[in-house]
């Protein structure tokens, strides 16, 4: 079955700088990336999302690559600022059974230091 | 829209007890999914429902179990209750042509 791994599992970045997440998976059936931000005590919320027909998305401050050749997908956050502290999941997704199926890396927790 | 809707919010049980989770959501979305989240090791699926009237296992179905009572609610079930079981579930839906997942706000479960 299709595994996921994420590093790294912690990531301290002064405010300003650049914080890079990276995923790799297993499955070459995947073919949508979600990534969730966490904060504490609080649901997952999707911050952006690529799908395999396409190599790099960005919205805003965060961007998000794939390499399926690799199967590698990296999350990208520019300009980080205190309120993007919190914990990031990638996940790998396949249409499965009439629906699709997710699975999850095991998260990075940021922290931006001020 | 309320969105995804979960109760209780929080609930401690002792080891053999049994309780449900409840779920709803709003969004007419055909799937629903329950997930465990532990410390450590993101999170983990445990049944899913592709649409009303169906359901199948995820990756840690043990120890559970789930009924998609219409198209809006999908509950999880824990017959006896064990310490292991002490975790975070999150329910989400699906629908439509996207990809998009929609989470609850979570029931925090303490098993002592």
């Known amino acids: 079955g299709e595994n996921v791994e994420q590093h790294p599992s912690t990531l301290s970045v002064q405010e300003g700088d650049s914080a890079v997440i990276k995923c790799t998976y297993s499955?070459?059936?995947?073919?949508?990336f979600p990534w969730y931000k966490q904060e504490l005590g609080k649901r997952p919320q999707l911050i952006i999302d690529?799908?395999?027909?396409?190599g790099e998305k960005k919205d805003q401050r965060i961007a998000v690559t794939l390499n399926k050749t690799a199967k590698h997908f990296s999350l990208h956050i520019t300009e980080t600022q205190p309120e993007d502290s919190a914990v990031y999941f990638c996940?790998?997704?396949?249409?499965?059974?009439?629906?699709?199926?997710?699975?999850f890396g095991t998260g990075t927790r940021l922290k931006v230091l001020a | 829209n309320a969105g995804v809707t979960q109760t209780p919010k929080f609930q401690v049980l002792k080891t053999g007890q049994s309780m449900t989770l409840q779920c709803a959501q709003d969004?007419?979305?055909?799937?629903m999914y329950w997930y465990r989240q532990d410390p450590g090791m993101g999170l983990r699926l445990i049944y899913y429902?592709?649409?009303?009237?169906?359901?199948d296992k995820g990756e840690v179905p043990n120890g559970y179990n789930v009924s998609r009572l219409n198209k809006r609610e999908f509950s999880l079930r824990l017959e006896s209750a064990a310490p292991s079981q002490t975790s975070v579930y999150f329910c989400?839906?699906?629908?439509?042509?996207?990809?998009?997942?929609?989470f609850g706000p979570g029931t925090r479960l303490l098993v002592l």
């Open positions: 996940a790998a997704s396949q249409p499965l059974s009439g629906t699709y199926k997710y699975i």
């Open positions: 690529i799908r395999s027909n396409v």
């Open positions: 429902s592709a649409s009303e009237g169906t359901t």
């Open positions: 499955d070459s059936a995947s073919n949508y």
């Open positions: 989400a839906s699906r629908g439509g042509s996207g990809e998009t997942q929609y």
């Open positions: 969004m007419n979305h055909n799937s």
